[in-house]
Each structure stands twice: as structure tokens, then as C-alpha cells.
Nanobody, 130 residues
């Protein structure tokens, strides 16, 4: 059974930084496509991952490119999201997800679309104050 647990959320002033962690069990981080999604309060979860990592590479949404960085520590089975230059509009619940049917290698590709992911964490709240 796959379990994903996010941590590291909190409140930070605009321009600050936070690092989120997604600890995985039941799946190896280097044996799945993994992504970070966010949901702004009062809105639906965004349909596309803001950051995705797989064996075929990394992709970012334009809204976070050059500010956020996704990585994974396969020995610890943790995926990270380093968030820099945070803006108030980054305030959201951040969730990690895994697509365990694909790895980005062995003939498979990773995708950012939410319906490709079959395992989800509960989310962690990030609040950016102006």
C-alpha cells in the first residue's frame, strides 16, 4: 500500500523560502513518476503538477519555474520541493502524488496531469504573507 506524507508547510513572508518534503512508503521514489500539486483556498486543485520528477527528467509549471526546485533522495525515499522567492499567490495546500504505473524509463513517460496519478498525500498548507 502506497502512503505519501507531506511536511514542511508553514507561514513565510513574501520573498522567503520553504522546503516541503514528501515521504513515501510502499513505493520507491525512483520507481514512480512523482509530482507536487497545489490547491488555493476556495478553489479546485490545479489540474497540472507545478513540479514533476521522474526518470525521464523534471518539468515545472511556468508559474513556479526559476523559483521552485524539485528533487528526490532515493536512499531516504523522499521527494522535496524547494520554494524560493515566494509570493502571496503561492499560498495553497501543497500535495504530493505518485504515478506508480510509470517511472519515466523502461518505455514509460511521466505526465503532469492529475488524473495520471493514483496515490496522493493529505497535503500541507503554505501561507505567504505580504
Amino acid at each position: 500500500q502506497v502512503r505519501l506524507v507531506e511536511s514542511g508547510g508553514g507561514t513565510v513572508a513574501a520573498g522567503g523560502s520553504l522546503t516541503l518534503s514528501c515521504t513515501a512508503s510502499g513505493v520507491r521514489t525512483n520507481n514512480a513518476c512523482m509530482g507536487w500539486f497545489r490547491q488555493t483556498p476556495g478553489k479546485k486543485r490545479e489540474e497540472f503538477a507545478i513540479a514533476m520528477i521522474g526518470n525521464d527528467g523534471i518539468e515545472y509549471d511556468d508559474s513556479v519555474k526559476d523559483r521552485f526546485s524539485v528533487s528526490r533522495d532515493n536512499a531516504k525515499n523522499i521527494m522535496y520541493l524547494q520554494m524560493n522567492s515566494l509570493k502571496p499567490e503561492d499560498t495553497a495546500i501543497y500535495s504530493c502524488a505518485a504515478d506508480i504505473r510509470r517511472t519515466g524509463s523502461d518505455g514509460t513517460s511521466c505526465y503532469r496531469r492529475d488524473f495520471m496519478y493514483d496515490s496522493w498525500g493529505q497535503g500541507t498548507l503554505v501561507t505567504v504573507s505580504s
